[in-house]
């Protein structure tokens, strides 16, 4: 079965500076997906960046990236430039790929991300 | 809808009693999910729909957990007899496709006292 681990439950970054958080998950699975979703406190999650595993080259969306190595089955999440809305918990999830027949996301525990202004 | 919609946002029941918890998925989406999430943990997988046919419902913990999705549209989680350890916020989200990204509404928070 496949697992996800967030191994930080809280991260602090000050305002405009640069966080990476981290995911590392394990599956015997060559073709899934990895997400990170972003929940604030008002509970409504929300897609922040996705990565095909097949794919080499690592995601970018804005101030979010990631570092995706799969032969490690690390995905860390970097926030560049961090801005007080970025405060949140963080969720890592797995998907597997086509070929599965399943397609539920499997979450990591979370971690919590404050801003200091 | 612009955005995947729960109700009731919060529910508070009695040891016993029958819940039920509704999920309006964005307009077109056949694929819908249903996830719990207990207090500090991620979302775990309950069960999935495409259109109105349930696909998996293995995460379900018990039979007391039901959910449908009659007319391939809205969908309701019921639990019955619920249990303290039902507390939880229920999360549903919808997809275009199953293969698709899934987007989430804002949750249910069920307190069983």
């Known amino acids: 079965a496949q697992t996800v681990t967030q191994s930080q439950p809280e991260m602090s970054v000050q305002e405009a500076e640069t966080v990476t958080l981290s995911c590392t998950y394990d599956?015997?699975?060559?073709?899934?997906?990895l997400f990170w979703y972003k929940q604030p406190p008002s509970r409504q999650m929300i897609l922040v960046i996705r990565?095909?595993?097949?794919?080499?080259q690592n995601a970018t969306e804005n101030r979010f990236s990631v570092n995706f190595q799969k032969a490690a089955k690390s995905f860390s999440l970097k926030i560049s430039d961090s801005q007080l809305g970025d405060a949140a918990m963080y969720f890592c999830a797995y998907r597997s790929g086509p070929g599965s027949g399943t397609y539920k996301y499997i979450f990591g525990t979370g971690t919590r991300l404050k801003v200091l202004a | 809808g612009a955005g995947v919609s729960q109700s009731p946002r919060y529910k508070v029941a009695k040891r016993g009693q029958d819940v039920a918890l509704r999920c309006d998925p964005i307009s077109g989406h056949v694929s819908l999910f249903w996830y719990q999430q207990a207090l500090g943990q991620g979302p775990e997988f309950l069960t999935y729909?495409?259109?109105?046919?349930?696909?998996?419902k293995s995460g379900l913990p018990s039979d007391r957990f039901f959910a449908e999705r009659p007319e391939g549209s809205v969908s309701t989680l019921k639990i019955q007899r619920t249990q303290q350890e039902d507390s939880a916020v229920y999360l549903c989200?919808?997809?275009?496709?199953?293969?698709?990204?899934?987007?989430f509404g804002p949750g249910t928070r069920l307190l069983v006292l």
């Open positions: 729909f495409q259109n109105e046919a349930q696909l998996d």
């Open positions: 990565q095909e595993a097949y794919k080499q």
């Open positions: 989200a919808s997809s275009l496709g199953l293969r698709e990204t899934q987007y």
């Open positions: 599956t015997s699975e060559s073709d899934y997906y």
